[in-house]
């Protein structure tokens, strides 16, 4: 049964003020857990994303030192037991903010490390092999400067080649991340980036960046966790790994007294088994401590074992939005009926016999009889908005009409690019697909060169659409395509050049033939790059293309097809673009006609998911493009026919041999860049 838009919108109006008296009951405490959630989820993100940084940071600065110490000895610019290496783990602790200790073990149980004490003092350690008197030299930081305060000796029973990071880093012949906690001065739980150190492949000794965990305990406190929140990093048994202390560092050890903290243990020990940190995924939990409940959620980072455990108490959020929601379903009762009463009198008045009108009016574009659409004024601003709408619709659909072809103009009406000229650059990839041998095929056959035609085109037309192009225009017999508009395509390279081998791979399947029973065979350009696009042309006649200089050199690269014997040729931005998802061969330095710089051109072989590896003739080719770019033109040769004897036919290794023979008879210039200059189209 049908009914009139007066009955629909006054029954709909009166029915929305019943279902919206009882669906706000029922859906305020939902909201308010929604909130709470969502809320928990957004600061949770914003701790784990900025703890990954801090993290990433870390690993960053161990690596970096580590690798500018193993250098320097590796490198044999310092030796390993040299006393100025007391200067180069001293630069790296000033230069490196996270890094605590870097430390030197040899296997003679010698130790040598400067550690980092807060922010105002280093000390330099000292334990020569056997012996239980470990030297300590004290420097403390005046700004960028380091003054020697004191010397001092300690008993010791520090071994340095008993400690974890020495023996893993020595066995596993690589560097490593070890956690521990024995120092030399103490028990502090820490992480270190170590490896051996080999010079003239002989062993030298262990090389270690230490960071006390200290200084993310330090980072932790910086954090803006809400307004009583925490955050905290646990081991799997629920260990304190750091907690926010803004006064922990070398010197100071790690305060777990934030009030949030037996929380964060409680979660992590009630998550038990459902929490499997190995598989990356956040675990959200509840809990209740003393009366109160809180969202903990644990999140698994970077190191193994570690997790980052946010803590945040539900009364934080629930507490002012319940009442915040309380108030709102009072005013919103009371405006609803008060709205509904109103609505259903003025439905009838103001927007029924409006949107019949404004209905009219759409029937007329459906049927494009655009000629009689006609403006209504209406009381209602939106309804006068939207017949305003819909006749500037129509106007842009009767300018439209000059666009082919038709499937284009819907795409540009459903995008709402008008008919206005004018275009933008964009990035784009754009095709030119050309008969081979059409001109004298043409005079062969005559008239009968049209149904051949047409079975081409549609052919080509139907693999560009299949794969997102756009057919900007028939010339002669070729045909001129583009991919990136009007929808932008970030895939736009890799999408034309599977479009391209549908293409070539479809006019081989029609199996055509010319006046003289010969095959059909089809050449093919594409360059990939900015173009402008937009409607460029007259106020009689406008065309949807694009132009550029990217557009000129993919026309030219579909005739340098035959120079080379090839069918697809792409140009640098193409093959940049969809580097991982093509297989090429690189045919030439080719600066083509009408241009004066070299480009490096492609063949385009086919698609990575199609084709795995390139065939033993592409790496011969190359081979002999190397040698031929060097010079080395009877090496060059050699590489062409192997690469002619493996693929049985090659022109493109033919038309490079007959170029080095040229170049043995008459040698080429001093500033030759093996750059092959294109004289024709």
């Known amino acids: 049964m049908r009914i009139g838009i007066r009955v629909a919108v006054s029954s709909l109006v009166l029915a929305s003020i019943v279902v919206s ?111 239980t008197k470990m030297r300590i030299d004290r420097y403390e930081l005046a700004g960028e400067d380091v003054q020697f305060k004191n010397q001092r000796v300690e008993d010791t029973q520090y071994s340095v080649t008993d400690q974890p990071w020495y023996r893993e880093a020595d066995q596993s012949n690589e560097e490593r991340w070890v956690r521990l906690t024995t120092h030399p001065g103490g028990e502090r739980p820490a992480v270190a980036l170590a490896g051996p150190i080999d010079v003239d492949q002989k062993r030298v000794g262990v090389l270690a960046i230490i960071i006390e965990l200290t200084r993310v305990s330090n980072f932790l406190s910086q954090l803006t966790v809400g307004k009583s929140a925490g955050a905290f990093i646990l081991d799997r048994d629920g260990a304190a790994i750091a907690s926010p202390d803004p006064d922990a560092d070398e010197t100071t050890a790690m305060k777990t007294s934030h009030p949030l903290f037996p929380v964060a243990v409680d979660a992590i020990r009630q998550a038990g088994g459902n929490y499997e940190p190995d598989k990356g995924q956040a675990f959200h939990i509840d809990v209740s401590r003393n009366g109160r409940a809180y969202e903990a959620v644990l999140t698994p980072i970077s190191f193994p074992g570690w997790s980052l455990v946010t803590v945040v108490p539900e009364s934080e959020f629930l ?265 090429v061969r690189e045919l030439d330095r080719l600066a083509v006609y009408g241009r004066s710089g070299g480009l490096q051109i492609y063949e385009l072989l086919g698609m990575a998911d199609e084709m795995i590896d390139l065939p033993g003739w592409v790496e011969c080719y190359e081979a002999g493009l190397a040698a031929y770019r060097a010079g080395h033109f009877a090496a060059a040769i050699h590489e062409f026919e192997q690469a002619i004897a493996l693929r049985a036919h090659d022109p493109a290794s033919s038309a490079m041999i007959k170029r080095c023979r040229q170049q043995l008879e008459a040698p080429v210039n001093a500033d030759w860049d093996g750059t092959t200059i294109a004289l024709t189209k």
């Open 21 to 131: 008296a009882l669906g706000v009951h029922l859906l305020w405490w939902r909201t308010a857990q929604q909130v709470s959630q969502t809320l928990a989820d957004t600061i949770n993100d914003q701790i784990v994303s900025a703890v990954g940084d801090e993290l990433q940071s870390i690993t960053t600065e161990a690596r970096s030192a580590f690798t500018a110490v193993r250098t320097l000895f590796v490198e044999k610019v310092l030796d390993s037991r040299d006393a100025k290496r007391r200067f180069v783990f001293l630069s790296q602790l000033q230069a490196q903010p996270t890094i605590s200790w870097v430390a030197f073990g040899w296997p003679d149980h010698s130790f040598f490390a400067a550690h980092k004490l807060g922010d105002s003092a280093i000390e330099m350690l000292g334990l020569a092999g056997g012996e």
């Open 319 to 583: 507490g002012p939005v319940e009442a915040t929601i309380r108030k709102l379903l009072v005013g919103l009762a009371i405006l609803i009926a008060f709205a509904g009463l109103l609505s259903a009198w003025l439905a009838q008045r103001l927007i029924a016999a409006p949107l019949i009108k404004v209905v009219g009016e759409i029937r007329h574009v459906e049927r494009f009889d655009l000629e009689k659409v006609e403006r209504h004024s209406s009381q209602l601003t939106e309804i006068e908005n939207l017949s305003g709408a819909i006749a500037d619709m129509a106007l842009g659909l009767a300018a439209f009409r000059k666009y082919i072809p038709a499937d284009l103009v819907r795409r540009l009406i459903s995008d709402g690019l008008g008919a206005r000229l004018g275009g933008a650059v964009r990035p784009m990839s754009v095709m030119f697909v050309d008969l081979a041998g059409f001109t004298g095929m043409s005079e062969r056959m005559g008239d009968r060169v049209i149904p051949l035609l047409s079975r081409y085109f549609e052919s080509v037309s139907t693999q560009i659409q299949r794969h997102g192009g756009t057919i900007d225009k028939f010339i002669g017999d070729a045909v001129m395509a583009f991919w990136g508009a009007p929808a932008p395509n970030s895939d736009h390279a890799t999408d034309c050049c599977r479009a391209a081998l549908a293409c070539a791979r479809a006019v081989r399947e029609l199996d055509l033939v010319d006046g003289e029973g010969g095959s059909i065979n089809i050449r093919i350009g594409i360059n990939s790059g900015d173009m402008l696009v937009g409607n460029i042309g007259s106020e009689v006649r406008l065309n949807y293309t694009v132009i550029g200089d990217a557009v000129n050199i993919a026309s030219r690269l579909e005739g340098t097809n035959k120079l080379y014997g090839s069918q697809i040729i792409i140009g640098p931005q193409t093959r940049r673009l969809a580097f991982d998802h093509i297989r």
